[in-house]
Every structure is written in C-alpha cells, then in structure tokens.
C-alpha cells in the first residue's frame, strides 16, 4: 500500500515536470528550427533542422539585439547599485540609531507598497519628462528601485538588526566610526541579505515591461522585453518572425534561471521575508 | 556615541537619501495624482479644474465598468486555481525527497521570468496558426479546426491566458505553502498518526488549520496581483475584441498615454489604487498580528 502510494508520487511528479518544462523546452527548439520551418503552419513538433538563423536575425533586428541587450542589463545594473546605495545606510540607521518619529519614517518609506507603482505612472512620467529622465536607462532605473525599495529596506532592516550589539560594540571600543562599524561590522556579517536584494533588484528590473512601455519611446532605449513586444506584431515579411521572438525569449529567459539555479538559496529566503512578513 | 543629539543626527543622515527618494519618487507623484483627477489636463493645453467631474465620469463610462469587471471576473477565474492549484503542489511536494525537491525546483522556474517574456512565449503557444496548443489538440482530435484563442473572443482570450498565467505563478504559491507545511510542528501530525486518522484528515483537520494564515497572506497577495493585470492582456489579446479584454491598468495606460486624457487616467488611477487599498490593509493587518 505505502510503496504503491509512493509510485504514484512518484509519477504525479514526473508528469508535473513535465508540463511545467515543456513550454520552455519547446521555446528553445522553436528557436532553433531552420527560418522556413520556425514559420511553418502547421508546426512542427522537433526541429527537423538546426540552425541559428533566428537568433542571427535577432541579432540584427532594429537597433540590434546588443543594444538592447545592454539597456536591459545596464538598466538592472544600476537599479541594483541604486537599491543597494539607498536601503543599505537608511537600513543600518533603521535598526542601530535613536531617530524620533521612526516608525512614522519607516512607514512612509514603505509606502511603494501600499500604492502600486502601476497607479503612479502617469505622474512619474511626467516629472521624468521635466527633468530629462524618460528615455534614459537611469531613469528608467529609478522607477525600478521605486518599486523595490520597501522589500529591500525591510529585508536588510532584519538583517541588521540580528546582529549581536556585542559585535558592533568590540569595533566601537577600538575607537572607530559609525560608517567603520558599518563598513567591517555591518555589511561583512549581512551578505545574504544583501545578495538576495541584489538579486530581487535584478529580476524585477530585468523582467518589468509596463514602465519601459510608459517611460521608453524611443527604440534605441527599449528593453528586450519591449523590443520583443514590438517585434510580435511588426516584422518584415507582415507575419510575425515567430523563430525570431522565440529566440528572443530564450535569451531573456536564460539569466533568471541562472540566477535562479546559482542563488536558488537566497531566492526561497527572500520570498519567504518579503512576500510573506 | 550613538545616543544623544549627535547620534540622532548620524542616524538621520544614513536614512536621508532613500527618505528623499521615496518623498520624490513615491510620494510627489502620488499627491500630483490626486492633484491631477480633479483637473483636465491633455499637455497639449494647462490643466483646468473640474472638481469631482473625472470621477463622475467614470462612474458613467461604460469602458470602465467593462475592464473592472472583467479583472473582477479574471481574479475570480484565476485565484482559486492558483491556490488550490499551488496547496496540491506543496502537499505532493512538502517532503524532502529527491523527486520532490527536483519537482518544487522545476515548478517555481517560470515566477524567475518575467511575465512579458512568459507571455510572449504563450502568445506563439495560443497562436491559432503557428501554436502548438491547436497542433496538439487537432492531432488528439479534440477540436476539428483551429480554435482562435486570442483577441477573438473575450471568454477564449481569458482561459487561454489564465492558463498562461497559471503555469507562470503557480510556483509563487506552492513554494510559501511548502515552508508553511513544514513548519507544523512533527509531533502534531505524529499524534495524529497514532490516533489513526486517514490521511486525508491528516490534511484536511490539521495541516490545513495550522497554514490557514499563509493560503490567506497568499490569497491576498494573489488577488492584488491579478487586480493589477497588464502585461500578459497587453502583450496576448491588446485588449481585442474591441476593448472587451483590456483590464483596469490597461485602461489606465490608454487614456493616459495613447490619448494622453491625463486628469481622467489620474481619477482611474485613484480609484484603482484606493480598490488595492482595502486588500493591502487587510495583508497587513494579518501580518502585524502574527507578529504579536
């Protein structure tokens, strides 16, 4: 009875694998079919051939997938930078020092998370319009560290205030400052919570598209979801280049599940502080 | 030395710039929205005062009350899928075995991509064509011609993307559901071994009471989510057939921005965000007290 059940398990398992990877895998070998076969209606199945051509038209869409490839990364970048610059000294200061009215300024600095950024667009962009900022990766970048900021702050907030003042109050006695405890006692001993913030900063501005679509006009500033996007409905031949947008999601797709396989630890954690307080 | 005026002032000027950023970039734009929905502005002329007159408007506009019911129905569609769906997972999963580790890492891949590039994908899966949706279920002989999922139909455009939807987040639950499973304490569900009970009450008498709070916290953070659908209606119907399909954030991006009615996609923008409101309090409130 025990071991029939556990083959069942078993083979619910194998089957759940299955139709969760099969979307996936078929991408892939979508972009790989040979360009008459990646436009083929029906569709084949397997590829019958093996080529990159789609991913060599890719490479040459438009501005060229280095250009976008490089806003997508150069915007996750410095959201990563911006994040880490705010939330990591407004975190320490959270947790170690006597500031009045702090649980008013903490609540307002979590405000990104009472008001979805999805309602504020329209404002945003029209103060980046005023200041120059549509149309740039820091611009754009500044709207993704707007979004996650608050679970930045709150994770690394936990963080610090775990540490044992016994540890920061051996640095004091030596005689440094606040920015050395900071420095060698603080960010040393909170390193997965800063590596999962830096690793949540980057998915979210990798992955995000309603704010490139608002804030972006101008195809050298696209992100590669939003080239992709275009890409669906306008392509030379009037069909959509399907090898080609498969192409495309491939390689989106290839450095969150990197990230994901490599930092799969602080992933589940980060999840578990953030989503769930 | 971090007591005492100086400390306090050491400590303020750690916390001063992400307090300035979230004043500029959270906080401005959402009191220059409020400002906004009481006025008609198109930039093409300055804004005039109008008072109330947006929000009226709304109340009246037939396209609004087409996209907020139809996010309503898509929630309602999607949410007890999803958590149904992802507590099925976690309870296959929840133990550390190989196999089940294996299945909860492959299960949670598609939440790490990004919902546009996850639609993107789906899009060419439900192409009517080109898919391989209509491929497989043409060669099963479950349907005797092509089905146009997309942009056709509002009902179809819905089950298909619900369907995408479903594969991309349903990870996102199960894997809270796992942590929240193996929290219950093992003597718990030891002492129910011993008292006999199936396992099926096993589930149903203990280990579903004692996660209740996490299916809610998930429910919760599930409806927000789905309440503020874009990307996937965007990218999979552009909102067809004739606007039926385009969601409440979609119909936000259309007045503000193709047809730039900025004071009216502020007023929008304000009930939206006034509705997400009422499930945030709630969420919040649920955390707070498990933290007492």
Redesign the interface.
């Known amino acids: 009875m025990r071991r029939r059940g556990s083959y069942l398990v078993a083979a619910v398992c194998v089957v759940v694998c299955t139709v969760m990877l099969m979307p996936l895998v078929m991408s892939v070998l979508a972009s790989v079919k040979p360009t008459e076969e990646a436009a083929a209606s029906p569709p084949t199945y397997f590829p019958h051939g093996f080529s990159f051509d789609s991913y060599a038209r890719l490479w040459d869409y438009q501005e060229g997938l280095p250009v976008y490839l490089a806003n997508s990364l150069g915007t996750a970048v410095l959201a990563i930078v911006l994040t880490l610059l705010l939330t990591v000294p407004a975190a320490y200061a959270l947790a170690r020092f006597p500031i009045p009215g702090k649980e008013v300024i903490f609540v307002v600095l979590l405000l990104a998370l009472i008001v979805p950024y999805q309602a504020l667009l329209t404002p945003m962009f029209l103060m980046f319009a005023k200041i120059g900022l549509t149309n740039t990766l820091l611009g754009l970048a500044v709207l993704h560290t707007a979004i996650q900021l608050p679970f930045s702050l709150y994770v690394l907030r936990n963080s610090f205030s775990a540490i044992p003042r016994e540890l920061e109050e051996a640095a004091i006695v030596d005689g440094s400052s606040s920015w050395q405890a900071l420095r060698w006692v603080f960010i040393p001993s909170a390193v997965p919570a800063i590596v999962t913030t830096a690793l949540f900063a980057f998915i979210t501005s990798w992955n995000e598209f309603l704010g490139a679509l608002v804030m972006m006009s101008r195809s050298s500033t696209f992100t590669l979801p939003l080239i992709l996007a275009t890409s669906r409905t306008e392509t030379s031949l009037g069909g959509t280049d399907w090898g080609m947008l498969q192409a495309g999601v491939t390689i989106s797709i290839i450095p969150c599940v990197l990230v994901y396989f490599l930092l799969q630890r602080y992933y589940v954690s980060g999840l578990m502080s953030g989503a769930i307080k | 030395?971090?007591?005492g005026p100086r400390?306090?002032l050491?400590?303020?000027a750690?916390?001063a710039?992400?307090?300035l950023?979230?004043?500029a970039?959270?906080?401005?734009?959402?009191l220059?929205?409020a400002w906004?929905s009481f006025h008609n502005w198109s930039l093409l002329s300055p804004p005039r005062f109008v008072g109330m007159a947006n929000y009226e408007r709304a109340f009246g506009d037939t396209q609004f009350w087409v996209s907020f019911r139809f996010t309503l129905l898509y929630t309602a569609l999607i949410t007890p899928v999803l958590i149904i769906g992802g507590y099925l997972?976690a309870l296959?999963?929840a133990r550390n075995t190989v196999?089940?580790r294996?299945?909860r890492?492959?299960?949670?891949?598609?939440v790490?991509?990004?919902?546009?590039?996850s639609s993107?994908?789906?899009?060419?899966?439900f192409?009517s064509?080109?898919?391989?949706v209509?491929?497989a279920l043409?060669d099963l002989g479950l349907i005797g011609k092509p089905v146009l999922w997309l942009g056709v139909d509002a009902t179809l455009s819905s089950v298909a993307i619900s369907a995408s939807v479903v594969?991309k987040v349903i990870?996102?639950g199960m894997?809270?559901f796992v942590?929240a499973i193996q929290a219950v304490p093992t003597e718990v569900v030891e002492a129910a071994l011993v008292d006999g009970v199936s396992h099926r009450q096993r589930v149903t008498r203990v280990i579903l009471p004692l996660t209740a709070r996490?299916v809610l916290?998930?429910t919760l953070?599930s409806v927000?989510g789905s309440l503020?659908a874009?990307?996937q209606f965007?990218?999979m119907t552009a909102g067809q057939p004739s606007n039926e399909t385009a969601t409440s954030?979609f119909y936000?991006?259309l007045n503000?921005?193709p047809y730039l009615k900025?004071g009216y996609?502020?007023a929008l923008?304000?009930i939206?965000?006034a509705t997400?409101?009422v499930f945030?309090v709630i969420q919040l409130l649920l955390?707070r007290r498990s933290?007492q």
């Not at chain 2, 890492?105 to 598609?110: L, M, Q």
């Open positions: 030395m971090r007591h400390g306090r050491v400590g303020f750690y916390l710039p992400a307090l950023f979230v004043l970039f959270t906080a401005y734009p959402l220059q929205m906004m997972l296959l999963t196999l089940r294996l299945t890492t492959v299960v949670f891949i598609p790490v991509i990004g919902l546009g590039v993107l994908l789906w899009y060419w899966l192409s064509d080109f898919g391989l209509n491929r043409l594969w990870g996102f894997i809270l942590a996490t916290l998930v953070v927000i503020l874009f990307d965007y990218i954030v936000i991006y503000s921005f900025l996609g502020a923008s304000m939206l965000a997400i409101l945030t955390t933290h």
